[in-house]
């Protein structure tokens, strides 16, 4: 499956973070998602064989990074008060979208 | 206009009811549809997907109205089990789109 660490953060306003995925075996497409209390998980972009494919409405500061070894990462830099959301990744496969995503187990970022 | 809209509820029905989600979305080029079901503090997981001439999966309903770009959920029986939040999700290009998410509590 999907795994993502930590599962819990606590970070500082200004600081940065780095989120982690292992994706799915096989898996060549990695999608990230942020979900702030009481809303639906919004896109924040994805990856495919280790370039950007996709992004939503967030600004530069949230990066990432594809590996070959079915790893990937997530970053924010200068942390605000409203980036305190559940973080979620998602393996797939390119092409294969009608079958649903997986989704990890999420990373949970406080930014006080 | 967002990609996809929910009614959020919540929807507070007692144990054996039946009752429906909507969800309605915009972008007249989406190619597949889902209903995922999202627990308390908990990741989404794919309930079912939703095909043009409906599917079932016990007591779970799915339709899809693509010109009038509308999908719906209908559980029948309710158990207490059920209570969660159910997100409308729709797939544009390579992005899936999620809702907000409908908040279902079963009472018994």
């Known amino acids: 499956g999907v795994t993502q660490s930590p599962t819990h953060l606590i970070k500082t306003r200004g600081q940065q973070v780095t989120l982690r995925c292992s994706s799915q075996?096989?898996?060549?497409?990695v999608s990230w998602y942020q979900q702030a209390l009481g809303q639906g998980p919004q896109f924040i972009f994805q990856?495919?064989?280790?370039?950007?494919?996709g992004r939503g409405n967030f600004p530069p500061r949230f990066s990432g990074l594809q590996f070959p070894n079915d790893s990937s990462e997530l970053n924010v830099n200068a942390l605000e008060l409203d980036d305190s959301a559940l973080y979620l990744c998602?393996?797939?496969?390119?092409?294969?979208?009608?079958?649903?995503?997986?989704f990890g187990s999420g990373t949970r970022l406080t930014v006080v | 206009r967002k990609e996809v809209e929910q009614d959020p509820g919540p929807f507070n029905v007692p144990e054996g009811a039946t009752v429906a989600f909507n969800c309605t979305y915009s972008?007249?080029?989406?190619?597949?549809f889902f209903w995922y079901r999202q627990d308390c503090r908990k990741e989404p997981k794919l309930l079912m997907s939703?095909?043009?001439s409906g599917n079932e999966d016990g007591r779970f309903t799915a339709q899809l109205n693509r010109a009038s770009q509308y999908i719906s959920l209908l559980i029948r029986d309710s158990k207490l089990s059920d209570s969660a939040t159910y997100l409308c999700?729709?797939?544009?290009?390579?992005?899936?789109?999620f809702g907000t998410g409908t908040s279902l509590t079963v009472i018994p």
């Open positions: 075996s096989g898996h060549n497409t």
């Open positions: 999700v729709v797939n544009t290009g390579n992005q899936f789109y």
């Open positions: 998602a393996s797939s496969i390119q092409g294969t979208l009608n079958s649903g995503y997986t």
């Open positions: 990856y495919y064989r280790e370039e950007e494919n």
């Open positions: 972008n007249s080029a989406s190619q597949s």
């Open positions: 939703v095909y043009s």
